[in-house]
């Protein structure tokens, strides 16, 4: 039985930059930093890892064992889930944050997306519930 995703992943080209605009955007404090990587805390039991591009594409040796070689490139996405009555809020949010909304999406089940890009280009996605038949 699965209990929820842990983690997600980016692969960006400045490291300390995008870990500022997702501190900010976000407000959540370091978990782990290193030359390769920043894990942000995004909510209960939820973590977004930033790596370099490229930095990962080796086995990376940890006193418990040894991570397996990823990375990732182009325009990826992510999603976050936000209560349907913050929107307005996080629309300003963005707003202030000089951040345009490149796309806004109502669902056929009642729920509303919007859609704004990071300083790498991925495609980050705030979505109210109904979105899926789970969510």
Known sequence: ML????????????LER???????LLG???????????????GPGQVLLLFIQG?????T?????TIPPHDGRGNLHLAFSIPAESLADWERRLAQLGIDIEERVTWSRGGTSVYFRDLDGH??????????ANY
């Open 3 to 14: 209990t929820g995703l842990l983690e997600t992943s980016l692969y960006v080209t400045d």
């Open 18 to 24: 995008a870990a500022a605009f997702y501190q900010t």
């Open 28 to 42: 959540g404090g370091v978990l782990y930093a290193d030359h390769r990587m920043v894990a942000l805390d995004v």
């Open 55 to 59: 930095g990962s594409t080796g086995p």
């Open 61 to 65: 040796v940890t006193p418990g064992g």
């Open 123 to 132: 495609v980050v996605e705030l979505a109210t519930p109904g979105l899926w």
